[in-house]
Structure formats: structure tokens, C-alpha cells
């Protein structure tokens, strides 16, 4: 089964509003990334947060990491219609040199 | 920085030809890793490599996929005999150092456009 998995699946909101998502993990890590892809197109990292951090920020994004429950959110403030795209959450496992992706979460942001 | 090139964008093959799928990291890259997403799906991690060395194969299928990364030129993805189920976006991503923490800091991913291979 997957390492990362996103919650929820799919997010319809409106223009203004704030996106959160969710990832949760099942094994140690070093790291934790989230990516962003538009449709058809590769993906594009956002943010990074270490396994020693709990949270950061970067512009309108702010990602909290909880390794007691193995856990990480990604929150987008203030969205806008070109937020909309699939966003994965990726975990680097300790001792290893891989990226494990999650199954995505779909962001659709309304005009 | 033209960064990572994939080619082809789309490839399109019958059962049983094969496929090459080239990559070229970004300049100062050295390593190299493979991820396949099909439709509405996550990406699988299949390969990653340095230079002229394959670190880590463990997701790749045990027959008919190979990947190399030569000294000179681009990575190669390469599926012998494709069936239908090889149908999907296979994507090519570098960075300079492996991923995990280093004392310089942490090393993140640059992803192509990928290649999109349908297989009729």
C-alpha cells in the first residue's frame, strides 16, 4: 500500500477561501514534500519540512508535520482559480534515498 | 537552464515493440529517478540512479524494464515487449544529491514533462 496517503481525494472551493489537505504516513522519515501537478504536466515542489520541524511556511502555504501521529497538512490561504491542480505529499523514508508519493488529492478552486 | 528534458512527450507502440523513453537531468544533476503514473493515480517509484550505477531498482518490474544512465548522454527508461498495461505517463526526476537530509541542507526534485506512452 501506498506510504502516503492524501486527504481528502478530491476539494471543490471557491475563490477566497482556504484548502486544506491532509497526508498521513506509516513509517519513519527524514523528510516530508509536497508536490503540485496541473493536469498533464509535471510536478512542481511547493514546500519541504523536516522530520525535526512541526511547521513552515512559504508565501500562502503553511505545512505542519506531527510525527507522533505520522501525520502532515498542507493548508493554501486565501486560493485562487490557478491553484487548481493535484497535489501529492512525498515522504523520504530514513535510510533511503526515495521519494514515495501518495495517490494525490484533487484541488479544484471556482472563480 | 533548460532543466529536466524528457523525449518523446508521446510515444505511441503495438504489443510486443519496445519503447525507449530518453531523460536528460538539469545541468549539475547527477542523479536520476524514474516515477510511472497512470490515470488518476499516484506516481510509483521505479528506479534511481547516478552515474553509470543503478542505486535503488526496487520498483521496477523484474522482466522487461531497464533503465541505465551512461556516463555520456541521457538516462534511458527502457520496456522490452510492451503490453497494454504499460500504457501511461512515465516521468523522469534529478536532483543533485539524494534526497534525504544533507549537512548542506535537503535536496528536492525536479520532475520533467514526462512521456506519455500508449500502447495499442
Known amino acids: 500500500s501506498q506510504q502516503g496517503e492524501e486527504d481528502p481525494q478530491a476539494l471543490s472551493i471557491q475563490e477566497g477561501e482556504n484548502a486544506t489537505m491532509n497526508c498521513s504516513y506509516k513509517?519513519?522519515?527524514?523528510?516530508l514534500q509536497w508536490y503540485r501537478q496541473n493536469s498533464g504536466r509535471g510536478l512542481v515542489h511547493l514546500i519541504l519540512?523536516?522530520?525535526?520541524?512541526r511547521e513552515k511556511h512559504s508565501g500562502r502555504l503553511r505545512v505542519t508535520l506531527d510525527t507522533s501521529k505520522k501525520s502532515s497538512s498542507l493548508l493554501i490561504t486565501a486560493s485562487r482559480a490557478a491553484d487548481t491542480a493535484s497535489y501529492f505529499c512525498?515522504?523520504?523514508?530514513?535510510?533511503?534515498?526515495?521519494?514515495?508519493f501518495g495517490k494525490g488529492m484533487k484541488l479544484t478552486v471556482n472563480p | 537552464n533548460a532543466g529536466v528534458m524528457q523525449n518523446p512527450r508521446h510515444l505511441v507502440r503495438r504489443r510486443g515493440q519496445e519503447a525507449r523513453l530518453r531523460c536528460s537531468p538539469m545541468?549539475?544533476?547527477?542523479?536520476v529517478y524514474w516515477y510511472r503514473q497512470l490515470p488518476e493515480e499516484g506516481l510509483k517509484f521505479m528506479v534511481y540512479?547516478?552515474?553509470?550505477?543503478?542505486?535503488?531498482e526496487s520498483g521496477m518490474p523484474k522482466e522487461r524494464f531497464s533503465a541505465e544512465f551512461p556516463k555520456e548522454g541521457p538516462s534511458i527508461l527502457r520496456i522490452q515487449q510492451v503490453v497494454r498495461g504499460d500504457s501511461a505517463a512515465y516521468f523522469c526526476?534529478?536532483?543533485?544529491?539524494?534526497?534525504?537530509?544533507?549537512?548542506?541542507?535537503?535536496?528536492?526534485?525536479?520532475f520533467g514533462a514526462g512521456s506519455r506512452l500508449t500502447v495499442l
Open positions: 526526476a534529478s536532483s543533485p544529491a539524494g534526497v534525504s537530509i544533507s549537512p548542506t541542507g535537503a535536496n528536492v526534485l525536479t
Open positions: 513509517t519513519s522519515i527524514n523528510n
Open positions: 519540512i523536516r522530520s525535526n520541524e
Open positions: 512525498a515522504t523520504c523514508l530514513m535510510s533511503s534515498e526515495k521519494l514515495v
Open positions: 545541468k549539475g544533476h547527477s542523479h
Open positions: 540512479l547516478q552515474k553509470e550505477n543503478i542505486i535503488d
